[in-house]
DNA sequence: CGCTGGATTGAGTCCGGTCAAGCCTTGTGG
DNA sequence: CCACAAGGCTTGACCGGACTCAATCCAGCG
């Protein structure tokens, strides 16, 4: 976790992540595996050490949306109730430290450590509400916009890498992998990014990327 | 608030409404009246006493989202950090109580009453994550049959009222009042919904309705 | 009774989905 | 080091669902 990341996008809940790195368990988990499932009861909170965690649920006939993707310092699992309704993958090989509610609440400092989980959830809140004003209003040039530019955003270098693929993208942005593949050509040939390869890039007309985003 | 909707639909937090019942500040809005405005500075909480509530996000050129309705009992502004992101209108004429935060945690009972904010702030959070399923991964047929099915959910009654417009629908939908207006009519076409006027409906085929709803 | 604003219906368009080739990149084994 | 396979990405042609624009329709109300 880079000092920039924290002052750019402060998802994280320090006193959160502080003590689930004292007391929670670490593991590991390749590329692509399954951390929770869909339906599964849980009482769990995962915290993201290294490497990058997406939320699926899908739908019977197989449709599929990405709830968030998670960074290092992310919490994940807070609006569980009694059982997870999102599924957790991991994106990239990746660490998380993961912990029982019940057991993060009996250590003690109670007051503090609720105070944080609200916070952090209320947050989580925020970003879906986001997620819902894109996916309800804006067209399909403007959500790759959006999602390439949030993206640079969390960055401080000008090389921006995407830790997932097309399909994920456009299940995280409720579009195809045809579409969202078609709007990033579009968003190169206007010169406002600049591909290399299709998994880095770096954004090159700032201003207009802005206005796309709507 | 009728003992049916309690027990269908556990959206209440008995605990903060009593409380706010006895403190919060009872303030009536016309139908259509602004209760709140998106990027007011803010530390207030809304509590729906009778009536409801929307609370809408307007893009820049007028594109308009609905983050949710709200009824009796519900809490409004959870999600808020420093200003509110959304703005909140009475849909019909109604009663709400209002606190300050500050106020509220300055009273005592803080153990209790933040596990209780903390818990509805999390069933809000569940609510809006199923809502962007709805967004990102349903049909125009699909969204307007589980936006009735809902609704209907909520009612002990067989006949179901609509408080909202056709616009409303819609901007919660994310669709246009036209093509609302056409699935509803085809949903009464396939005799699975039976309306009386615009704003009155009863479900004649439940099984279909689901399926439909996906 | 006519007015008014919301709702419905229709015709035509366009954005994004679908289906089907191709094209790169990467990795593996000869 | 090259050949080849495999998977992910891109591109093209076509289609269809939802949007746009416009004309009624209808219910509520003065």
Redesign the interface.
């Known amino acids: 976790m880079t000092l920039a990341y924290v002052s750019d996008t402060p998802r994280t809940a320090p006193a959160i992540t502080t003590l689930m790195d004292r007391v929670g368990l670490r593991m590991t988990f390749a590329k692509g595996e399954e951390i929770f499932g869909q339906d599964e009861a849980a009482d769990m909170l995962h915290s993201v050490v290294s490497g990058a965690v997406r939320t699926t649920?899908l739908?019977?006939?197989g449709?599929?949306?990405i709830?968030d993707f998670y960074y290092p310092g992310d919490i994940i699992g807070?609006?569980?109730?009694d059982t997870f309704?999102?599924s957790a993958e991991a994106l990239t090989d990746c660490v998380v430290r993961v912990v029982k509610r019940s057991a993060l609440q009996a250590m003690g400092a109670?007051?503090v450590l609720?105070?944080a989980?609200?916070e952090a959830?209320?947050?989580?809140?925020?970003r879906?509400?986001e997620?819902?004003?894109m996916?309800?209003?804006?067209s399909a040039r403007e959500k790759v916009a959006s999602f390439l530019m949030d993206l640079a955003q969390r960055e401080d270098s000008e090389d921006v890498a995407l830790p997932m693929g097309r399909q994920d993208m456009a299940?995280y942005?409720?579009l195809t992998i045809e579409t969202v593949s078609r709007m990033v050509t579009q968003l190169q040939g206007s010169h406002i990014v600049e591909f290399a390869g299709s998994r880095q890039f770096r954004v090159t007309r700032w201003p207009a990327l802005e206005r796309l985003a709507?």
Chains 1, 2 share one sequence.
Do not use: C, S
Request: aromatic share 6%; glycine share 10%.
């Open positions: 649920r739908l019977a006939d449709r599929r949306q709830g807070l609006e569980i109730g309704r999102f109670d007051e609720d105070r989980l609200w959830t209320r947050r989580e809140l925020e879906t509400q997620h819902l004003l996916l309800g209003r804006k299940d942005l409720g709507a």
